[in-house]
């Protein structure tokens, strides 16, 4: 029996999910790229800007980054990109942010009416929002690392994509574990010590099946 | 390795033989030797951010976001350059701290102990003395004010308590701080790069990168005056983590069972201080003759590298970059700025700045104000912590009598010890505002770098076995590095007769 490449693997099972198993997994990007609106949107309503206009702010960059944020989860799924590297997650963001840089500033001269989107010209505006997604994508990167694993360990009972994430997390705790049979490893660790408990609280409660 | 007999089994005398067990160790100074241990595997650089993220946490604060941005106004995107020395040798620094605490387990502390214990103690006395006044959380809570009208002291007392009471109620500290301060680092890291954008241009960062690197245009004249030359000591200080957080890293570490820490116990909250593990009397070493522990050795150095080059090095400069692209674009917009700090209100300063950076963008006027508080608090969670780790860690090894309380027990003790002083000292102390105790700090933070430097350097080429010391280079500037900080220091004070760094 010949071994079904990993990405493969994970594209089928990508294939398997029902809409709802797919809306949970993009939630962490998304929910990380809609915060850097409503960064925007919360500046422009502390600054006394009309409430009208701090919404607006939030929906026309705020959307677009979340938009980007649930494809890079997507491509973490189908297994395109691998689970933690910062460099496939920057290159993501050095197109992704300029373009939704871009949609925000034409929005917001609309809105305002303005004759001037970008006051610095158009070359200007695109190399230097290249240059500002290596910060977005380092924030974003570190949110994602940090919080992202402590969803789907919430989902991994029933999102088998999850599943996958957290065993391949889990895994190279179990290797060194393996490796110091007199040391304890936080941590990391610690969560699988949690993930283990949850399992065995929740077999418990299903009567032992 | 050195190897001690130790015979084991009960022996009844003259006609049993014992059996002897060999327990090898290494011998470093006159403190317990400490036992030879296996290093854990160490992990894949991306799936475990280490504790660099705390002293990013911590590192990126009024240095960057007020200090050298109120620099830059005066004198230029020029005078960056010595931030980048700063920040360089703070990486190496970091570096080295890393290689002791993952190699042994112990904390720079023990390590200084080791060559001598005058040496922690001075560490132990600087610290109550530099630590002990709340800078951060008054400047932040003055932020606040500024947007919100709630009196400083006010604001400030209610953020030390409520820091004390989350540390009392978890079970391990360190899982609370992370969370914490990694939220508090991703906004504050994804909201610089929302506002830079909006703000700034590619002008003002070709400038502001140009300007970091600009080592040729050497230091400003007017830098070199009594009113400046301390401001400039005390703000390559404050470049990344200043002070003694460096030190408490190593901590960190420990706690976070990086390398041989994995063999410590955490530190709990003191509500849970029941369920706290045995603390061993010393560290633990590696055996460094054998092939597959400096396999796993050079994994847990790759680790740390991955950590502190791109987590502490980058987000840090990338943080001040962004500072210092609206440092510009506020000094363009609004001269009155850099009029305010030229006639010496440094007072006014922060205001000047905040009002500065409103006019530029219509809409900023709020989010440096913001900016600042959300520093302040983030600095006092990490650096309160910091504090009673350190000192309850010195207390309990080396204070008589100290190991009839658990180490949960000191944690508390110095925690609230501290809280409940600076909460006096906001409401009743010398009412000369935050910016003076800002002061005060920086002088003694910059005091102490210069001797750990040196102290770290003497600590990692005598208590370390020969293959994992650093090489003479690392050494170098270590060295360099210290006695640079104590010749700025002493020189500001005896040049000009100036103690005043912030």
């Known amino acids: 029996m010949s071994a079904v490449p990993a990405q493969a693997s994970a594209s089928s099972e990508w294939e398997g999910l029902d809409r709802r198993q797919v809306v ?36 026309t960059l705020g959307l677009p980054l979340a938009a980007v944020g649930a494809y890079y989860d997507v491509l973490l799924a189908k297994g395109r990109v691998p689970l933690g590297p910062l460099t496939p997650m920057a290159l993501v963001w050095l197109v992704g942010f300029p373009v939704c840089r871009i949609f925000h500033a034409v929005a917001l001269a609309l809105f305002d009416s303005s004759d001037v989107v970008v006051p610095n010209g158009w070359l200007d505006f695109v190399v230097y929002n290249i240059l500002l997604s290596i910060p977005f994508s380092i924030g974003f990167w570190w949110l994602h690392e940090n919080f992202a694993p402590r969803w789907w360990m919430r989902l991994e009972d029933h999102n088998p994509v999850a599943y996958r994430f957290m ?10 574990q393996g490796g110091s049979p007199d040391a304890r490893l936080k941590g990391l660790a610690g969560m699988q010590e949690r993930r283990l408990r949850r399992r065995e609280e929740r077999r418990q409660r299903r009567g032992g099946h | 390795m050195e190897t001690t007999d130790r015979p084991s089994g009960p ?38 951010i280490g504790p660099a993220m705390i002293l990013v946490a911590l590192g990126v604060g009024f240095g960057e976001t007020f200090l050298w941005p109120r620099l830059v106004i005066v004198f230029g995107p020029e005078i960056r350059w010595l931030f980048l020395v700063g920040v360089l040798v703070q990486t190496v620094v970091m570096l080295e701290m890393a290689r002791y605490a993952m190699a042994t387990g112990e904390s720079i ?22 630590y002990v006044w709340p800078g951060h959380m008054s400047g932040g809570a003055t932020a606040l004010e500024e947007l919100t009208g709630i009196p400083w002291q006010l604001s400030a007392s209610i953020g030390l308590i409520v820091i004390g009471i989350m540390f009392t109620v978890v079970t391990y500290i360190y899982n609370l701080i992370e969370v914490l301060l990694a939220v508090l680092v991703g906004v504050l890291v994804i909201g610089s790069a929302i506002v830079g954008a909006i703000v700034g241009s590619l002008s003002d960062l070709g400038d502001a990168l140009l300007g970091t690197v600009r080592v040729d245009s050497g230091i400003p004249s007017e830098a070199l005056t ?64 054998d092939r597959e522990e400096m396999r796993k050795w050079n994994g847990w150095q790759k680790w740390v590298r991955y950590d502190a080059i791109l987590l502490f090095f980058g987000i840090t400069m990338l943080v001040t970059i962004i500072f210092t692209v609206l440092a510009m674009n506020a000094a363009r ?12 209100e440094k007072d006014a300063a922060l205001t000047a700045m905040g009002n500065a950076f409103g006019q530029a963008a219509g809409i900023l006027d709020p989010v440096f104000f913001i900016f600042i508080a959300i520093v302040g608090f983030k600095a006092s969670i990490g650096l309160f912590d910091a504090f009673a780790r350190g000192q309850s860690d010195m207390t309990y090894y080396f204070m008589p009598g100290a190991k009839k309380f658990k180490m949960a027990q000191l944690y508390a003790i110095y925690l609230w010890g501290v809280i409940i002083f600076g ?25 102490v770098m210069g001797a750990y430097c040196l102290t770290l350097a003497a600590v990692n080429n ?15 500037v270590l060295v360099l590095g210290g006695l640079g900080y104590l010749f700025a220091l002493f020189y500001s004070l005896l040049k000009f007769g100036v103690a005043e760094l912030g």
């Not at chain 1, 065993?167 to 060194?176: D, M």
């Not at chain 2, 603390?279 to 070493?285: L, Y």
């Open chain 1, 24 to 59: 949970e997994l993009v939630l962490p990007g998304a929910a990380i790229g809609l915060l850097g609106g409503t960064i925007a949107g919360g500046l422009a309503a502390a600054g006394g800007l009309s409430p009208a206009l701090a919404i607006f702010s939030i929906i």
């Open chain 1, 167 to 176: 065993a391949s997390l889990i895994n190279s705790v179990e290797r060194r």
């Open chain 2, 11 to 48: 022996g009844d005398g003259a006609g049993q033989t014992a059996v002897v067990e060999e327990e090898r160790v290494w011998r470093a100074g006159k403190l317990p030797p400490m036992p030879i241990r296996k290093l854990p595997e160490p992990p894949e650089a991306a799936h475990i």
């Open chain 2, 109 to 130: 502390f023990f390590g200084a102990a080791r060559i001598a214990k005058p040496l922690m103690w001075g560490f132990f006395a600087i610290a109550i003395l530099v």
């Open chain 2, 226 to 289: 009594a009113t400046w030359f301390p401001l400039v000591v005390g703000a390559l200080a404050f470049a990344g983590p200043s002070g003694m957080q460096q030190m408490w890293y190593t901590l960190w570490l420990r706690d976070k069972g990086a390398g041989m820490g994995v063999h410590i116990p955490r530190v709990r909250g003191l509500l849970h201080a029941g369920e706290e593990e045995t603390v061993p009397n010393a560290g633990h070493m590696f055996d460094t003759d």
């Open chain 2, 333 to 344: 917009v609004n001269p009155e700025a850099r009029t305010a700090l030229l006639e010496g």
């Open chain 2, 423 to 447: 909460v006096i000292i906001l409401n009743f102390g010398p009412a000369d505002g935050p910016t003076a105790i800002l002061d005060t700090l920086a002088f003694l933070s910059t005091f």
């Open chain 2, 462 to 476: 005598k208590n370390l076995p020969k293959r994992i010391r650093p090489n003479p280079i690392i050494t170098g």
